[in-house]
C-alpha cells in the first residue's frame, strides 16, 4: 500500500524524521516548515529509496498546519482511499481533521509523532514482557490510590491536577476539558481506569497515546495524595504523644490543620496567635512541634 507521510516539521523537527531512512519505495514524504523552522538535516536529501518533497510556506499563525491540512485534501482526492495517509505531529488538534476524513471512508488516515521505523517495532517485541508488568503495576497503584469516594473538593482538585498534567503534554484547552471530564465522570467507578479506557477509546483514534498519559498523570496524582496522607499521619502521631493537655486537645484539628497547611515558619507562628493569643502557649506549642516543620523556610 502507498502511504503519504506530511511532516510537521516545526512541530516534530529532526526527531520526527529519524526513522525516514526506513521507508521503502511505495512511500511518499511531503514536509511542510517555514523559513523561521530549523534546517532540515543534511543527509536526507540523499536517501533515494523514498520520493521527499519540501514545501516552505509563509511564516505566519498555524501556516503549516493550514498548508498541511489543505495538501492532504489533494492527496486524498488525487490517490483515493487504496492508499494510506500519516501526519506526523505531536499537534492533537489535526486528530479532528483525521476524524473527519475516516467519517468520509479514509480509514487509513491517522497521525504519528514519527515516520514509525522498523527498529521501534523491534524493540517493543523485546521488552514486550517487562512492559505488561510495568502496565499492571502502574494500574494497580493508580486503582489503589483512587479507592475512596472523591468528595466535590476531590474531584475538583483532580480536575485542577489533570488540566495542569495534560497542558503540560502539549494538549489544547479544548482536548484537555474533554479528557478531564471523562476522569472526573469515572474517579468514583470501582473499576475507574476501564472507565476511562472506554470513553477515550469512543472519542480518539489514537486512545491508547492519550490512556497512558492520562495513567502517567493519575500516578503521580496518588503519589502526591499518598505523600499528603502520610504528612497528615505523622503529624497527628506526633500531636497524640506530645500534646495531651485539653487546652491543646481541644484545638487539635485547628493546630493539625495549621501545620499541614503552612508555608513557612512564620505562617505558623502567626496561626497559632491567631488561635490562642497568649504567647506562652503558641511559643510551648511552636517548640515542641521543630521536629515536624524543620524543612519549612524561615526561623
Not at 523485546?126 to 512492559?131: D, G, I, L, S
Not at 508555608?263 to 504567647?279: A, R, S, V, W
Request: glycine share 6%.
Amino acid at each position: 500500500m502507498e502511504t503519504f507521510y506530511l511532516v510537521d516539521f516545526e512541530n516534530v523537527h529532526d526527531e520526527g524524521l529519524e526513522n525516514i531512512g526506513s521507508l521503502s519505495q511505495t512511500d511518499h514524504v511531503h514536509i511542510f516548515s517555514t523559513k523561521n523552522a530549523p534546517k532540515i538535516r543534511m543527509d536526507i536529501e540523499h536517501i533515494k529509496e523514498v520520493e521527499i518533497e519540501g514545501h516552505l510556506v509563509p511564516a505566519c499563525k498555524q501556516s503549516v498546519d493550514m498548508h498541511l491540512v489543505s495538501y492532504l485534501g489533494y492527496l486524498l482526492c488525487s490517490h483515493g482511499k487504496q492508499c494510506a495517509y500519516v501526519i506526523v505531529s505531536k499537534d492533537k488538534d489535526y486528530d479532528n481533521i483525521i476524524e473527519f476524513w475516516k467519517k468520509e471512508g479514509y480509514s487509513n488516515t491517522s497521525r504519528k509523532p514519527k515516520i514509525p521505523g522498523a527498529s521501534v517495532k523491534q524493540k517493543k517485541t523485546v521488552q514486550k514482557t517487562a512492559a505488561v508488568a510495568t502496565t499492571q503495576t502502574v494500574n494497580s497503584k493508580i486503582s489503589a490510590g483512587m479507592d475512596y469516594i472523591f468528595s466535590g473538593d476531590d474531584r475538583s482538585e483532580l480536575n485542577l491536577f489533570m488540566q495542569r498534567g495534560l497542558a503540560a503534554k502539549g494538549y489544547s484547552h479544548k482536548h484537555t476539558n474533554r479528557i478531564c471530564m471523562y476522569v472526573v465522570a469515572h474517579c468514583n467507578d470501582e473499576r475507574v481506569l476501564s472507565g476511562i479506557h472506554n470513553d477515550l477509546r469512543e472519542e480518539y483514534d489514537d486512545y491508547l497515546e492519550v490512556y497512558e498519559d492520562v495513567k502517567a498523570i493519575l500516578e503521580k496524582f496518588v503519589s502526591s495524595k499518598s505523600k499528603i496522607a502520610k504528612r497528615e499521619s505523622q503529624v497527628r502521631s506526633f500531636f497524640g504523644q506530645h500534646f495531651r493537655k485539653k487546652i491543646y486537645t481541644d484545638n487539635k484539628e485547628e493546630i493539625i490543620g495549621i501545620i499541614l497547611n503552612a508555608e513557612t515558619k512564620q505562617q505558623i507562628n502567626n496561626e497559632l496567635m491567631k488561635l490562642y493569643g497568649d504567647g506562652s502557649v503558641v511559643k510551648h506549642i511552636y517548640q515542641t512541634i521543630q521536629p515536624l516543620i524543620k524543612e519549612l523556610p524561615g526561623k
